[in-house]
């Protein structure tokens, strides 16, 4: 779904941002190169993959994020469960996104809004607190809004994403329910369904796990 009748006061006062941002053309590699793959469709050279842990983003940008979630989850796919649990809030959870300019952006007084989002959740095994500490990462809340779909840009947030794990949590499985629909697709960047089908939220899901060899 695009993003609906979305108002954004410009007197809204922005923090200093501490995530980490990589122009989008970079998302898979530390530098530009010949080599470094091409953006997704209709994105550009302007599109910004960014990470942080919610309370460093900019409320106007993590209410853009929200409204993602709502407009693909709960608008679009109907889930039955509601999308805010309380796991965006524990300290070891990472948000990442990949925002382009737009009007959105420009009514909410930003230079881009988010068009691709996910999450990923550190868990640990023991009293230590930390992501290097993960035994297991939990990849969920996987949206592209739907008009820069068919691109590439969920694969490149994907990709982002498994490689931040690999740098942060060196030997943790990363596991997904993913929807069914999407199985062949997660099966394409190495994860393998490990149980039956089940149904979550109202929507057919399959789990699946990529083992730290493959990540």
Known sequence: MTMRGILCSSAVQCSAVQCSAVPY????NDTASATAPAPAHGIGHDGVLRR????EIDPRTLYLLATLRQDV???EQGATDADLDGRDLEPTTTLAWIEVPGPVARTC???REPV???RMLFEVDGPEV???????????RVAVRVDHRRGGIGRRLMASALEHIEETAPGAEVHIDAQAYLEQ???SMGFETVGEMFMEAGIEHVAMVLRPSRA
Request: net charge neutral.
């Open 116 to 118: 691709a989002h996910l």
């Open 130 to 140: 930390t992501a290097g500490a993960a035994a297991i990462v939990r990849i969920g």
């Open 109 to 111: 007084g930003l230079e």
């Open 52 to 55: 942080a842990a919610l309370a």
């Open 73 to 75: 989850f709960t608008m």
């Open 25 to 28: 053309r970079d998302c898979m």
């Open 185 to 187: 697709w997660y099966a």
